[in-house]
């Protein structure tokens, strides 16, 4: 599975923008999909991820009530919805994926990873 991210730019604190993760591959919807995202010197850390059918939804406490993960199998791309961005949510997001959800969700073994796209969020 190839996973290219979209939907990066420059946003001003308060906005909304939305990020798209094309997967190549005809078995995306056998995949867990996720998000995560990276600044410089730090880890990668966990935003959202989604189940294969799209029924189970987990979120980092950080993002929770701001953000909302989707997926549609039909198109082999899932979302990232990002509302009422902050200074903070400035990194660059990278899209995941893996057969295991649990996996995902707990950052415990990533199977593929996009290329990243930045996002810059502005006060």
């Known amino acids: 599975v190839q996973l290219v991210e979209s939907g990066g730019g420059l946003v001003q604190a308060g906005g909304s923008l939305r990020l798209s993760c094309a997967a190549s591959g005809r078995t995306f919807s056998s995949y867990a999909m996720g998000w995560f995202r990276q600044t410089p010197g730090k880890e990668r850390e966990f935003v959202a991820s989604i189940s294969w059918t799209g029924g189970l939804t987990y979120y980092a406490e950080s993002v929770k009530g701001r953000f909302t993960i989707s997926r549609d199998n039909a198109k082999n791309t899932a979302y990232l919805q990002m509302n009422s961005v902050r200074p903070e949510d400035t990194a660059v997001y990278y899209c995941?994926?893996?057969?295991?959800?649990?996996?995902?969700?707990?950052?415990?073994?990533?199977?593929?990873w996009g290329q990243g796209t930045q996002v810059t969020v502005s006060s």
């Open positions: 995941a994926a893996d057969a295991d959800y649990s996996d995902l969700s707990l950052h415990r073994g990533v199977t593929y």
